[in-house]
């Protein structure tokens, strides 16, 4: 290059030479020399610039031949004139449009006292236009503030809008509308605010599992109904080790022992089993061979006949030759339900089990070994203590999962806290929790009096017991973090998968078959991949409703002559036959068949006639 000399008033001690800063390496590699410009502050990314080495000092090209005076719009009046620095004896002063400080070179007009940073007056070459800002947007030196479009308060350089108040920092506004996230498969594509099309259901961002806001910035695939903060996008590709790691679970070897794995098609005896049990009575549970188990037993829940011991439930075929298509679902809960935890005996297990045939009465062997007095390590302050209810319709709500039951529960009498068996054990749980539905990291214990919001089903509880990932501030409940990982439906051979979002290349709305209504595509769901269709959880009969009644339950009344049978759906135009004005249509009641006469729970259980026996 041929040497260039410039005499520039901002550096009058030595001439200033046009260098190159830039040199290429023998591998085809360059070198860049480190380097910010006096005039505007900022690093010089050119090949060449004017520099004095021996001062160290250094102008752009550009800002070395800036006019000496220039008409601005924002001061028509008079000229301005550009000056090395400030013409104040404190060498600082506020520019007159974005109203950050300088020292630096600027324009200014003395009549008037009305000055311009550099940036401001006629860089014009570096604004921008963007498709969510109705005006130009211009640079900014680096100075801080809060960004309309990352939602942070940091220090960077800029691009601000000198007509309304809007102000980016330069690496958001530069930054791509398409963008590779390590977490997801598809690329994701920036917008300026979250879609129309996905603002039905309140969204949440995977990395941080913060809410997206309406109005920010946000990276996103459509199809998967995937959506990840501006920002988070920014730190998930500046430090992937920490937020986008390709393992799931950080364990091995012996460590793997002391994790809890969920899903399981049966979650609450393997708990049970594992957590509520002396070791000799696990072992005795799981081997059929063993002389040391009870042929029959007395209970206090059930006083009228002996407990005996069975090997081997009535199998599914059994019951499909004696019941029909309808009621097959039903028969089924009735058969394979444990009168204690109410969950399925299943006879896949192999586990004894105790029955009163007589009376329809079963429960596992785990249950029949339940200790009389449990404490719950999150609520150390009071034994728990076994109980039942003697009524056949009395119901409790369980505090942890919020389901009513007829479940035997344990209780803090001190505290009035009741528990259903299956939350008890899931409670009894003192390592870590591997749950497919969070692959990341392991879940522990938590219990809050604060207002959680579950990450599966969206609900929002006050006081509830469930897992947790505190750095990702993922929360599930006890109820579907105990979720079987597939079931059934009578009228579907195929099985439903519990699945997870995102869902991969699925652009349609999901509608649970049964309740007709959309279901938030954020939470967990069961889906059958053959036929696609896809149902609540809570909406399966054999995961909500037969999950937490035992049907089936026969008592008398004071105000009918025949013994009334629990049924989980009225007939249709059915009323109770106490209070007639309420209407029963398919839903739980007391029922006479051979009367067609049906009573509220609410009206049997005021009628109930307890059986000195029980």
Same mark, same amino acid.
């Given at each position: 290059?041929?040497?260039?000399?410039?005499?520039?008033f901002?550096?009058?001690?030595?001439?200033?030479?046009?260098?190159?800063?830039?040199?290429?390496?023998?591998?085809?590699?360059?070198?860049?020399?480190?380097?910010?410009?006096?005039?505007?502050?900022?690093?010089?990314?050119?090949?060449?610039?004017?520099?004095?080495?021996?001062?160290?000092?250094?102008?752009?090209?550009?800002?070395?031949e800036?006019?000496?005076?220039?008409?601005?719009?924002?001061?028509?009046?008079?000229?301005?004139?550009?000056?090395?620095?400030?013409?104040?004896?404190?060498?600082?002063?506020?520019?007159d449009?974005?109203?950050?400080?300088?020292?630096?070179?600027?324009?200014?007009?003395?009549?008037?006292?009305?000055?311009?940073?550099?940036?401001?007056a006629?860089?014009?070459?570096?604004?921008?236009?963007?498709?969510?800002?109705?005006?130009?947007?211009?640079?900014?030196?680096?100075?801080?503030?809060?960004?309309?479009?990352?939602?942070?308060?940091?220090?960077?350089?800029?691009?601000?809008?000198?007509?309304?108040?809007?102000?980016?920092?330069?690496?958001?506004?530069?930054?791509?509308?398409?963008?590779?996230?390590?977490?997801?498969?598809?690329?994701?594509?920036?917008?300026?605010?979250?879609?129309?099309?996905?603002?039905?259901?309140?969204?949440?961002?995977?990395?941080?599992?913060?809410?997206?806001?309406?109005?920010?910035?946000? +990276?996103? /695939?459509?199809? !998967?109904? #995937? =959506? $990840? &903060?501006?920002? *988070?996008v920014?730190?998930?590709q %500046?430090?992937?080790?920490?937020?986008s790691?390709?393992?799931?679970?950080?364990?091995?070897?012996?460590?793997?022992?002391?994790?809890?794995?969920?899903?399981?098609?049966?979650?609450?005896?393997?708990?049970?089993?594992?957590?509520?049990?002396?070791?000799?009575e696990?072992?005795?549970?799981?081997?059929?061979?063993?002389?040391?188990?009870?042929?029959?037993?007395?209970?206090?829940?059930?006083?009228?006949?002996?407990?005996?011991?069975?090997?081997?439930?009535?199998?599914?075929?059994?019951?499909?030759?004696?019941?029909?298509?309808?009621?097959?679902?039903?028969?089924?809960?009735?058969?394979?339900?444990?009168?204690?935890?109410?969950?399925?005996?299943?006879?896949?297990?192999?586990h004894?089990? +105790?029955? /009163?045939?007589? !009376?329809? #009465? =079963? $429960? &596992?062997?785990? *249950?029949?070994?339940?200790?009389? %007095?449990?404490?719950?390590?999150?609520?150390?302050?009071?034994?728990?203590?076994?109980?039942?209810?003697?009524?056949?319709?009395?119901?409790?709500?369980?505090?942890?999962?919020?389901?009513?039951?007829?479940?035997?529960?344990?209780?803090?009498?001190?505290?009035?806290?009741?528990?259903?068996?299956?939350?008890?054990?899931?409670?009894?749980i003192?390592?870590?929790?591997?749950?497919?539905?969070?692959?990341?990291?392991?879940?522990?214990?938590?219990?809050?009096?604060?207002?959680?919001?579950?990450?599966?089903?969206?609900?929002?509880?006050?006081?509830?017991f469930?897992?947790?990932?505190?750095?990702?501030?993922?929360?599930?409940?006890?109820?579907?973090?105990?979720?079987?990982?597939?079931?059934?439906?009578?009228?579907?051979?195929?099985?439903?998968?519990?699945?997870?979002?995102?869902?991969?290349?699925?652009? %349609?709305?999901?509608?649970?078959?049964?309740?007709?209504?959309?279901?938030?595509?954020?939470?967990?769901?069961?889906?059958?991949?053959?036929?696609?269709?896809?149902?609540?959880?809570?909406?399966?009969?054999?995961?909500?409703?037969?999950?937490?009644?035992?049907?089936?339950?026969?008592?008398?009344?004071?105000?009918?002559?025949?013994?009334?049978?629990?049924?989980?759906?009225?007939?249709?135009?059915?009323?109770?036959?106490?209070c007639?004005?309420?209407?029963?249509?398919?839903?739980?009641?007391?029922?006479?068949?051979?009367?067609?006469?049906?009573?509220?729970?609410?009206?049997?259980?005021?009628?109930?006639?307890?059986?000195?026996?029980?």
């Open positions: 290059m041929e040497e260039k000399q410039l005499n520039h901002s550096h009058e001690e030595h001439p200033l030479i046009l260098c190159e800063l830039q040199k290429e390496n023998d591998d085809g590699s360059i070198d860049q020399k480190s380097a910010v410009c006096y005039g505007c502050q900022e690093q010089i990314l050119d090949p060449a610039a004017y520099c004095c080495f021996r001062c160290d000092f250094f102008l752009h090209k550009r800002c070395a800036l006019p000496r005076q220039i008409t601005h719009p924002m001061h028509s009046q008079h000229h301005l004139v550009l000056l090395g620095k400030p013409p104040y004896s404190s060498n600082s002063y506020i520019c449009a974005c109203g950050q400080d300088w020292k630096f070179f600027n324009y200014y007009c003395s009549s008037c006292d009305f000055g311009l940073d550099v940036s401001c006629i860089l014009d070459q570096r604004e921008i236009k963007l498709d969510c800002h109705d005006h130009p947007l211009r640079q900014q030196r680096p100075a801080t503030f809060y960004c309309n479009a990352c939602d942070m308060v940091d220090e960077d350089s800029s691009y601000l809008c000198t007509i309304c108040p809007f102000w980016i920092h330069k690496k958001c506004a530069l930054r791509s509308t398409t963008v590779k996230h390590k977490d997801h498969d598809h690329s994701l594509l920036l917008a300026y605010s979250l879609p129309s099309d996905y603002r039905k259901f309140q969204q949440q961002c995977p990395v941080c599992w913060k809410t997206v806001h309406l109005s920010r910035w946000v +990276y996103y /695939c459509g199809p !998967c109904r #995937y =959506f $990840v &903060h501006f920002a *988070c920014v730190i998930s %500046e430090d992937e080790g920490q937020l790691e390709d393992i799931e679970y950080p364990i091995s070897g012996e460590q793997d022992q002391n994790v809890v794995k969920l899903p399981s098609s049966n979650a609450a005896q393997e708990l049970i089993a594992r957590f509520l049990l002396k070791e000799d696990i072992g005795s549970s799981n081997d059929s061979g063993k002389s040391n188990i009870e042929e029959e037993i007395f209970m206090d829940t059930h006083r009228k006949h002996p407990l005996v011991l069975s090997e081997k439930v009535q199998n599914l075929d059994e019951i499909k030759s004696t019941t029909s298509d309808d009621d097959q679902e039903e028969a089924k809960a009735l058969l394979l339900l444990c009168d204690r935890c109410i969950e399925p005996i299943c006879s896949s297990d192999d004894h089990y +105790y029955a /009163c045939v007589e !009376c329809g #009465y =079963f $429960v &596992h062997l785990t *249950c029949s070994n339940l200790p009389l %007095e449990l404490h719950i390590p999150k609520h150390p302050q009071h034994p728990f203590s076994l109980m039942y209810n003697q009524s056949k319709v009395g119901l409790f709500t369980c505090e942890a999962c919020h389901w009513q039951t007829t479940a035997n529960f344990y209780k803090c009498e001190p505290c009035e806290l009741s528990i259903c068996i299956k939350c008890a054990s899931a409670s009894m003192t390592s870590s929790v591997m749950h497919d539905g969070h692959k990341k990291h392991l879940l522990t214990q938590f219990q809050s009096s604060d207002r959680i919001r579950c990450t599966a089903c969206g609900h929002i509880y006050r006081g509830g469930g897992f947790a990932c505190e750095d990702c501030h993922f929360y599930v409940c006890y109820d579907c973090a105990l979720l079987p990982s597939t079931t059934t439906q009578r009228w579907d051979k195929h099985p439903l998968l519990l699945i997870y979002p995102p869902y991969f290349e699925h652009p %349609e709305e999901f509608y649970c078959v049964l309740c007709e209504t959309e279901i938030n595509p954020n939470c967990w769901m069961y889906h059958c991949r053959e036929c696609d269709y896809s149902l609540h959880p809570r909406c399966i009969l054999q995961i909500g409703r037969f999950r937490r009644v035992k049907f089936g339950r026969s008592l008398n009344v004071n105000n009918h002559s025949h013994p009334l049978t629990l049924v989980p759906e009225a007939k249709y135009k059915s009323f109770c036959g106490s007639s004005d309420r209407r029963l249509d398919w839903k739980p009641a007391f029922e006479c068949e051979s009367c067609r006469f049906y009573l509220c729970p609410d009206c049997a259980f005021e009628g109930e006639l307890i059986d000195d026996e029980e």
